[in-house]
């Protein structure tokens, strides 16, 4: 089964300084593998994607992901964290059949401090 | 372009009563998902549907059914609400077709049961 796993329950970053949100994964065969950010009372967005191609991915407001295969991780970075990146991250992963469901980490809250 | 629309947006149930939530997407898209989100657990998938007239369940499906007449709408019913169903619940719908399956998510249905 697909499975992805967020080790850390939250991250503390003072504003300015790089962020890192750590996702890890086990799959069989191809990964497809998603970041999701959840702001306060809000639904899900989408962030960025890996399907295939460059280990390094660049997604939505300054964020990007590094896939390594050989340590089944896809980290979620952003060089300079802005107070206003403070939410709730989301790694997931699509099952292998054909019907786009997504098996999600238990989430990351990052709070970043002025 | 409203996206994906939850309503209500709170509900508070005495335990035995019934409800329906209501999810409407204007993207025309064929897949729709209903998850629930509790804390530190990421979110579940309940149930979800890959067209008109066709659901499926996911991985936490009692105590729940579900109905998509109509492509737009997927409709998630509690027949008779425990306190364990208390929690916020998630629409999210999506497009078929190719690896790059985006979920997108609408705003949230917070729930008590009690």
């Known amino acids: 089964a697909q499975s992805v796993a967020q080790p850390e329950d939250q991250v503390n970053v003072a504003e300015g300084n790089p962020l890192t949100v750590k996702c890890t994964y086990s799959?069989?065969?191809?990964?497809?593998l998603f970041w999701y950010v959840q702001y306060p009372n809000r639904g899900l967005q989408f962030l960025l994607k890996?399907?295939?191609?460059?280990?390094l991915v660049k997604g939505s407001y300054g964020f990007e992901a590094e896939f390594n295969k050989s340590q089944t991780s896809f980290h979620l970075k952003k060089p300079s964290a802005l107070v206003s990146d403070s939410a709730l991250y989301f790694c997931?992963?699509?099952?292998?059949?054909?019907?786009?469901?997504?098996?999600f980490g238990a989430g990351t809250q990052v709070v970043v401090t002025p | 372009n409203a996206g994906v629309t939850q309503t209500p947006k709170f509900r508070v149930l005495k335990t035995g009563q019934s409800m329906t939530l209501l999810c409407a997407q204007d993207?025309?898209?064929?897949?729709m998902y209903w998850y629930r989100q509790d804390p530190g657990m990421g979110l579940r998938l309940i149930h979800y549907?890959?067209?008109?007239?066709?659901?499926a369940k996911g991985e936490v499906p009692d105590g729940y059914n579900v109905s998509r007449l109509k492509k737009q709408n997927f409709l998630l019913g509690l027949e008779s609400a425990a306190p364990s169903q208390t929690s916020v619940y998630f629409c999210?719908?999506?497009?078929?077709?190719?690896?790059?399956?985006?979920?997108?998510f609408g705003a949230g249905t917070r729930l008590s049961v009690l």
């Open positions: 999210a719908s999506g497009s078929a077709g190719g690896p790059v399956f985006i979920q997108y």
């Open positions: 799959v069989s065969g191809n990964p497809y």
């Open positions: 890996y399907i295939t191609g460059d280990n």
């Open positions: 997931a992963v699509r099952d292998t059949d054909s019907w786009g469901k997504l098996q």
């Open positions: 993207m025309n898209h064929e897949y």
């Open positions: 549907s890959v067209g008109e007239g066709t659901t």
